[in-house]
């Protein structure tokens, strides 16, 4: 799989199997995290890696999925749906005191295309706990949680949609059971110069 195909096959996944990541590809993805481009270098970002059961499931407890889905059906079902890991994406205060956001989204990025280029599907979440996450996690007060990336092999399909006439964007169900995500298309959103 290119680079470009794992983009274009991502979508967020809201439903996991419980087939185990394979602990090296947890390592490199973290590795690509690492090595992600970051302003002015800091590097202020550290990288958990959850795959312990009841820390995974301590975690899970502290996020909330699927906005859009007012019937609860974008939150993984406990136990069967859980993602079988979770690298939590904190900012070192010692290093720098301020996070700056675009690292996180560069770090986290790297992480969900290169899982998806291994087959593993994943979820960003920023709609979470972090004090509560940290406590869990037993984290140093100098880490300040930012976000967390549900990973695991999907049990669920999700697909580009059109926008619909009304313009609005919320993801749903579709007749078969894929999750519908609307997206604007090239043309909406490219201009040449
Ligand atoms: C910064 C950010 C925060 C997000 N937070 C959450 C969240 O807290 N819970 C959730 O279920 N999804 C979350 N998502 C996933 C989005 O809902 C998802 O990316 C969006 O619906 C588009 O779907 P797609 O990723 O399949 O293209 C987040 C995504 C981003 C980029």
């Keep these: 799989m290119t680079t470009y195909e794992a983009m274009l096959a991502r979508r967020t996944i809201r439903r996991f ?5 394979d602990p090296e590809i947890l390592k490199k993805a973290v590795n690509v995290a ?7 270098n ?9 795959t312990t059961p009841a820390l995974v ?3 899970f407890d502290l996020t909330k999925w699927g906005a859009h889905l007012k019937d609860g059906s974008g939150t993984p079902k406990k136990p069967d749906e859980l993602p079988t890991a979770w690298i939590v994406i904190a900012h070192d205060t010692k290093i720098k005191e301020n996070p700056m956001r675009e690292d996180l989204g560069a770090a986290a990025e790297n992480i969900i295309i290169y899982a998806q280029s291994e087959g593993i599907s994943s979820c960003w979440l920023q709609n979470i706990k972090r004090d509560e996450i940290a406590a869990v996690l037993e984290l140093p007060e100098n880490l300040q949680i930012l976000a967390c990336i549900a990973l695991g092999y999907a049990a669920m399909e999700s697909r580009e949609a059109p926008i619909p006439p009304s313009g609005e964007t919320p993801y749903y169900w579709g007749a078969d059971g894929v999750l519908e995500v609307p997206k604007r298309t090239l ?7």
């Design 42 to 50: 800091a590097q202020s970002l550290k990288f958990v890696v959850v």
């Design 34 to 40: 690492r090595l992600a481009p970051v302003g002015v």
């Design 17 to 21: 199997t419980q087939q185990p990541i």
């Design 57 to 59: 499931e301590g975690v």
């Design 187 to 193: 043309e909406d959103v490219m201009i040449e110069r």
